[in-house]
C-alpha cells in the first residue's frame, strides 16, 4: 500500500519519502508513502566545511486528525542538514499553528541565520540569534545531532544522560462521534495510556463514557486545547472523575490562567499552550501541577533541557510533547522524555509514511534506536 501523491505547484518538486517501517500500532501502516518538499535552501558555511540547507516538507496525514477549533490533514515541516564533511546533522521542526510559526515563516527564520552559522555560531550563540519558534529548534536539533556524529558520543550522552530507554507514551485519538472514538479507542491494543481531545461543545461527556466503555483497562487523560470556560470544564468534571481521568491538559485559552485557581476536582492538570518557554513556569505555579514542554515551541533541546531543571525547581511535574512530525521531531523529544514523568510522543502514528530509519511503538512503548537520530557515527 503506498500513500497517493501529492499535487505540486509553483517551486515544489515531488520527492518520494521511501520506505516506512510498519508499526505495530497500525496493521495498515503503508510500506512506503509520498511526500512534496521544496528543494534545499543551502549556503556554504565560511572558512570551513560546513554547509546550511533548510526546506519545507508536506507529509499527509493517514486521516483528518481533530482537536478544539481546528482540523490537519497535512504535517508542514521545516527540514534543516547542517553539513562539516560527510558528516550531516539533521532537524526537523512543525513549529506552533497558534502562534502563525507556519512552514514559510519556519524557513525564512532560518534562512536569516546563514550567515551567522557560516561564521561559527553554535547551540548557545543560537539562542541569542533567533527567538523560540520552529526555525530554532530544527536548527539547535540539527547542530545536536553534527556534534553526536563528530564526537562520537549519542545525543542523550551528550545531555548528561546514562541511558535511552523505551519510554511508556499516551496515544491519542482525535474528536470525533463517541462511537467512533470508542472504536479508535479499541483498536488501539498497543496503548496502555489513551489521551482524549475534547472540544468544548457537550458532547464530551459521552465521548469520554464511551471511550472507558471500550477500554476499561486503559490510563486515561483529557486535552481540552482551549475549548473551555472555568464554568464548562466545571460543569464536566464530576463525568470525567467517575470516569476514572487522571490528567487534564489545557482546558481554558491562553490569558484564562488564573482561571485555573477555580477549577473543581482533583484531577491533575497540565499546561500546554499557556507555557512556551522557561520564562513562563513561575506565573503558573499553584495554577497547573504539570507543564508540557515541546521543542517547538521552546525552540529546541538546548532549551528543553534548560526548562526541565527550572520546571522542577519550581515543584511541577514534567511532560514531553510534540507538534506531529515524523521520527526526526520525536526522536530529540525521546531524549528529554528520559528525563520527564509523562511522556506523549506519537506523532508519526497520525502520519501515512515516516522516516527510515524510524522509531517504534510496542506494549505502550515508543523506541528510539540511535540510528533514528542523534546517534554516533
Not at 553534527?146 to 564526537?151: G, Q, V, Y
Request: glycine residues 10%; aromatic residues 6%.
Amino acid at each position: 500500500m503506498v500513500c497517493p501523491s501529492m499535487k505540486v505547484s509553483g517551486p515544489w518538486v515531488f520527492i518520494p519519502a521511501g520506505s516506512c517501517r510498519r508499526h505495530p500500532t497500525h496493521p495498515g501502516c503503508p510500506s512506503g508513502g509520498s511526500r512534496s518538499a521544496a528543494p534545499f535552501h543551502s549556503s556554504s558555511m565560511k572558512e570551513t566545511t560546513m554547509r546550511f540547507e533548510a526546506r519545507v516538507e508536506r507529509w499527509p496525514m493517514r486521516s483528518p486528525f481533530r482537536i478544539s477549533g481546528q482540523e490537519f490533514n497535512m504535517a508542514e515541516m521545516l527540514v534543516v542538514q547542517v553539513r562539516d564533511g560527510d558528516l550531516v546533522g539533521y532537524g526537523e521542526a512543525c513549529g506552533v499553528y497558534y502562534r502563525g510559526d507556519g512552514p514559510d515563516r519556519m524557513l525564512e527564520m532560518a534562512l536569516s541565520v546563514r550567515d551567522a552559522l557560516a561564521a561559527g555560531a553554535d547551540r548557545t550563540r543560537l539562542q541569542d540569534l533567533l527567538p523560540d519558534c520552529g526555525a530554532r529548534n530544527a536548527i539547535d536539533c540539527a547542530l545536536w545531532d553534527l556534534e553526536a556524529k563528530r564526537s562520537g558520543r549519542p545525543v542523550w550522552a551528550m545531555a548528561g544522560l546514562k541511558a535511552a530507554v523505551p519510554l511508556p507514551s499516551f496515544f491519542t485519538i482525535g474528536i470525533d462521534t463517541p462511537d467512533a472514538m470508542a472504536a479508535a479507542a479499541r483498536t488501539m491494543t498497543h496503548a496502555r495510556a489513551i489521551k482524549l481531545k475534547l472540544s468544548g461543545d457537550g458532547d464530551d461527556g459521552a465521548r469520554v463514557g464511551a471511550v472507558r466503555a471500550a477500554r476499561p483497562d486503559a490510563w486515561l487523560a483529557v486535552d481540552g486545547n482551549r475549548g473551555f470556560t472555568i464554568d464548562s470544564i466545571n460543569a464536566l468534571v464530576p463525568m470525567l472523575e467517575t470516569a476514572g481521568v487522571r490528567l487534564l491538559e489545557q482546558p481554558l485559552a491562553i490569558g484564562r490562567e488564573g482561571d485555573m485557581a477555580g477549577l473543581d476536582g482533583s484531577i491533575p492538570t497540565a499546561a500546554d499552550e499557556s507555557v512556551q518557554v522557561a520564562a513562563d513556569l513561575a506565573g503558573l505555579v499553584g495554577l497547573f501541577d504539570i507543564v508540557n514542554i515541546k521543542l517547538d515551541k521552546c525552540g529546541g533541546l538546548t532549551h528543553a533541557l534548560i526548562m526541565e531543571k527550572a520546571a522542577r525547581d519550581l515543584g511541577f511535574q514534567v511532560m514531553v510533547g510534540n507538534m506531529t512530525g515524523t521520527s526526526w521531531s520525536q526522536a530529540p523529544a525521546f531524549v528529554l522524555g528520559q528525563l520527564c514523568d509523562y511522556c506523549d510522543l506519537d506523532g508519526p502514528t497520525f502520519l501515512a509514511a515516516d522516516r527510515t530509519p524510524a522509531l517504534w511503538y510496542a506494549d505502550g512503548l515508543v523506541y528510539c534506536p540511535d540510528e533514528v537520530w542523534g546517534g554516533a557515527r
